[in-house]
């Protein structure tokens, strides 16, 4: 099970996430593209830290909208979708191939990221948007109860899925997330560890009402927003090697 | 001589130029990449015009300035100058390959075509940028009096040169644009189908002081903007050929 | 029965609307205020137009998406709507005052309307917005056959509402407008005048339907997007006159 | 003397600055208005924390460049920085005077700062924004040796000039700031309170050359970006009081 985290979050002045200490414990950076964080220079110094690390090199593409960074579904149309994923998407593939790296797959960024689990529309939008672009990226996407529907999907569409869950999260029975507003929602970090063994050892969460349900990972989602997330991503990465 | 034209200024709601009219009489398309003009969705219909037309693509990339269409001077460090450029190129470039299409050339745009022609530092950061980039571009720049010094410069990173004239446009002695305040600086078009004549059969421009100035030509930059625009366009293509 | 219409929408280097055309025959402009279109300069150009033609001015703020052209609907929370309506009202309510203008209205703009219309949240955090704010403004909003729900909300918060038509677009059984997608939604010129002439003498509209429903009309919303707008803008005058 | 001190430079998700904990420490907020940093919700919230600590409110406004935080010089008309200065100054009037605030001044931010100081025409263009404007608005600006004849033109435009200091920097013998790039153009704490005594107590600095130098200073300015700067900030204001 590999450790992927939102990197190059970054804007102009203004600095989020600690980068430098998350990109040497993970394997995936999923780096934004400009549209609700990571300008230019921001991508370019985001990518040199992920070759000095050897880590891989995801996209992390958004509904254009800065100032909401990305966090508000947006009512675009598939056309729209398609054309921003490949803008963003390309701009990233560019930048990286001019310093050696290859993309590897593609990641939705925040409400982008919920339409795509949650409408038949919007996923269908970015799927067709990944076969037409000219090299093949995989698509992570969540791992939920029902993930097999999504990859059968994407199969018709010759595409790969790399399925990730939550380190931090809670579960309901139906492998979906529990709403932050709920309560349990994020567990603490003696909790957070426990589920990443059950996931790694077990391939199973215990979701919210004590069943334990099954899901297929490839991936972790970790947060390096603030110096306890750090720490808790290299007692992840201890407990996984 | 080759005909280029700025195309795909539109943005969102609002239309800029008369693309459909342009293209089938073009060579190469200036393809703006959102910096100044042109959202993916934009981009995407360009692309797909020149594609139709067989018109050639190049990448027409800009400071960060879309309520000043790019055409303010703007303090940017060498640093910042590749990262945009790769950024806005990469964008175009992939979304050309979804396409089925090869971008061939980088023009930069307005201010930054301007600080490209009087400050070395921008022209270097442009050269760096371009030879940093995966794939081989040549970068059009202003056919000027002193355009050796310019390709110079180019041979010694490695890239090749398209030099343009303006058809409407007149010369100062020095081979530079006389300035739009001055009277005389845009020809009407007997003027102007007259020094497209005179560059196509003898290589010369007659400057505003009457002198005759060599100038060593690969494109002709004509613009679209209007129904009398285009009209030109056709009538200095049927010159040409 | 006045006219309004939708102003101030070119930005930057774009123009849209024949505002020079329109003005004079209108006694209420809608401005954009930057959010989907209206640059600072624009506006001030509105501005004076709209006093040069002693015309009404209200504020037409947007959720934040120029490239969406304020179209598609954000999921913006309440808190930020309020603060967004009170900065875009603000700066041209200011703006105004430095010609000697008063602005007198809101008109939410695109998606903003629509949603205002459809949602509760949204519509009580515009009223919230405006009864904050610290001159008395009207808002003006769609004439529905339940506008009095709308009325007496607004009441509550002390505020006045203009009601405003639709001039070209026919109307359902619930004095909403058709769906542009559905066919007959968009009334031909000799419709619209009947339509308006109806309205004007009887307060009613006859629906797709055929029913006829009274409509308490403050305002006619007309377009003045191209020529044959503006002819039928100076036509609805004269017959309203 | 004063203290000011710029506030409200968060955006969307990024934060920027301990504005919580440096508002009680001074006199005067110079808040940001959305073109280089501050949303509106930053906006809103930034006043009423100026608001709870009594602290007077003025506009901080800036080139539109966000990206590049307002710090890079754009080649603007007069026309555009006066409409962009009624824009940004209305927006933030409009929203203090919804929480009982009234705006007291306008300092503007970072290139347009620097450029006012420089660019003659830069400092009759924000004269002529102030004058035009229905309120009257102090207009912050350096103190220099020859700041008498900005006041004067200050006059004649019938507006008040408040001039700060900067209590961090080494000064040169014309009043102007080391550039940040020589060596010692910063000072260190015990430095800064060194000048920031002799300012109060004398009215002068002593210039990196040795030389004494008279500085009329109304406000003094300080950065509260870090802990070590809020805590330096704290000495400041017990040292004047």
Redesign the interface.
Known sequence: MKLNCDLGE???????GLDNEVMPHIDQANIAC?FH?G???V??NTLALAKKFQVSVGAHPSY??????G??????SS??I???I??????????A??QGLSLDYVKPHG?LYNDMMKEPKVFEAILTALT???RKLALMLQATADIGKYKDQANKFGLVIYSEAFADRCYDDEGRLLARSQSGAVLNKEAMLAQVKQLSEQGTVTTISGKVLKLSVDSLCVHGDNIAGVQAISEIKALLS
Chains 1, 2, 3, 4 share one sequence.
């Not at 970054?10 to 989020?16: E, I, L, P, V």
């Not at 966090?71 to 675009?76: F, Q, T, V």
């Open positions: 970054s804007f102009g002045a203004w600095t989020m400009g964080a300008d230019p220079l991508m370019q254009p909208d800065l100032v909401g960074f966090r508000r579904s947006m009512a675009c056309e729209e398609i054309a921003l490949h803008y963003q998407v390309a701009a990233l593939d560019g930048m191939s001019a409400a037409q672009y000219p």
